[in-house]
């Protein structure tokens, strides 16, 4: 059973990091595309960062590029996401997602059918 485990999150103040981590089961991520969502509140959930489970290839919405870096372990079947400089408009629940990846990077929520359950992140001013 393909399962995916999100987990990292918290409150951190305005300009700081944090860590997540999409831990995969079930799966090798050797042939999938692993994506990390943003869902703030009220609002719909926005794809930010993706990689290859293949080669490790990125991709990144304009709103995360430069402060957020995804990477992963393909030895521990984990996905991390580095986010620096933090701002209020960062608030939210992150999901992991993972799907089949063909050569398609994709930060549109549709593309994937396997989902983790999210870990809050909250940043205060």
């Known amino acids: 059973e393909v399962q995916l485990q999100a987990s990292g999150g918290g409150l951190v103040q305005a300009g700081g990091s944090l860590k997540l981590s999409c831990a995969a089961s079930?799966?090798?991520?050797?042939?999938?595309?692993i994506g990390w969502f943003h869902q703030a509140p009220g609002k719909e959930r926005e794809g930010i960062a993706v990689?290859?489970?293949?080669?490790?290839?990125?991709r990144y919405a304009d709103s995360v590029k430069g402060r957020f870096t995804i990477s992963i372990d393909n030895a521990k079947k984990t996905v991390h996401l580095q986010m620096n400089s933090l701002q209020p408009e960062d608030t939210g629940v992150y999901y992991c997602?993972?799907?089949?990846?063909?050569?398609?990077?994709?930060?549109?929520?549709?593309?994937?059918?396997?989902w983790g359950q999210g870990t809050l992140v909250t940043v205060s001013s």
């Open positions: 997602a993972a799907d089949y990846y063909g050569g398609i990077l994709s930060l549109r929520a549709p593309f994937y059918e396997y």
């Open positions: 990689i290859s489970g293949d080669d490790g290839t990125t």
């Open positions: 079930g799966f090798r991520l050797v042939g999938y595309a």
